[in-house]
């Protein structure tokens, strides 16, 4: 295959912006599909505090940049910055991936596709609870909507936080609530839960030892619930330790990650993203 075309005038950049980025795997990913393909480009981490956002859209215009990743904290807040948002990003309210259409920028949401590829081989959920209410918490509720789950309840640490998450939705055959976490309405919502799923980044490296919820929490949960982290660094989470502990079927989050950048990496080069490269440049990272 040889390695990554050499840097030249006709170089592609691609990238994630987010803030901050020490935990990301996205440029080993994106770097081996690239190379695999035998695309000129590259893909680099560029970290953007917020207040930097508006600088960082417009120079992908200037450039220009042929496509971005997006990540916390700006899934939401970047959505007025682009020219279009695609349907499904729309009603998601959240936007993970930028692509160049000419002179346009447009929005995209694959995450919710890569939820889709978490849920893989378990029974749809009629009963979910959502830890958090953030950009991926949007993409997960519409991926569960979209495979038919019926109730599903967000813990959130800010009362009210999942009105705009319920609202973008717009899915009235779904029951949704919001609970505090430690209220006895979440305790009510984990011991009805089929599948519990956390957006929140509480878990993820350098803070490893950290857990959204403890093992009396997880004690409420029926035995046939799973419970899916979206952290994927470190790969086994303490919730996902403490999930387990109880027998219950535990998944991180890598899956996602690759699918939906392999959505993205589609969306930008119209080329099939090389699984094989991509399991062969993760061998190995997360357990350093």
């Known amino acids: ?20 980025l020490g935990h990301t795997l996205s440029p080993p990913l ?7 393909t035998g695309v000129n480009g590259v893909y680099l981490a560029l970290p953007t505090p917020p207040e930097r956002l508006a600088e960082a859209i417009a120079a992908m215009r200037a450039w220009p940049v042929a496509g971005l990743n997006v990540t916390v904290p700006h899934k939401v807040t970047v959505m007025p910055l682009l020219d279009a948002i695609t349907p499904e990003a729309e009603r ?7 692509a160049r259409d ?3 920028l447009i929005g995209h949401n694959t995450d919710f596709q890569g939820f889709l590829a978490m849920l893989h081989g378990l029974p749809v959920p009629e009963r979910t609870v959502i830890l958090g209410a953030g950009g991926s ?5 519409y991926a569960l909507v979209s495979a038919g789950t019926r109730e599903i309840t967000f813990a959130v640490r800010r009362p009210g936080a999942s009105q705009e998450v319920v609202t973008a939705m717009a899915a009235p055959a779904v029951r949704w609530s919001e609970a505090a976490f430690g209220s006895a309405d979440l305790n009510a919502a984990l011991d009805s839960a089929d599948l519990l799923v956390n957006t929140t980044p509480v878990g993820m490296a350098p803070h490893a030892d950290a857990s959204p919820l403890e093992a ?3 004690a409420r949960l029926p035995t046939h619930a799973a419970v899916l982290d979206l952290i994927y660094n ?12 109880r027998g219950l079927d535990a998944r991180h989050g890598l899956p996602m990650l690759i699918a939906q950048a392999a959505a993205a990496f589609t969306i930008w080069t119209g080329r ?11 061998h190995g990272i997360l357990e350093r």
């Open 102 to 104: 000419g002179d346009r």
């Open 92 to 98: 998601i309210g959240a936007v993970n991936t930028i």
């Open 216 to 218: 009396t929490d997880l």
């Open 234 to 245: 470190p790969s086994e989470t303490r919730l996902m330790r403490l999930a387990k502990a």
């Open 1 to 20: 295959m040889g390695g990554m075309p050499g840097i030249d005038a006709r170089t592609q950049l691609f990238g994630l912006i987010g803030y901050p």
């Open 30 to 36: 994106h770097n081996a599909a690239l190379a695999a």
């Open 137 to 141: 918490s949007r993409a997960v509720a």
């Open 272 to 282: 099939q993203a090389p699984e094989t490269a991509w399991q062969n440049a993760l």
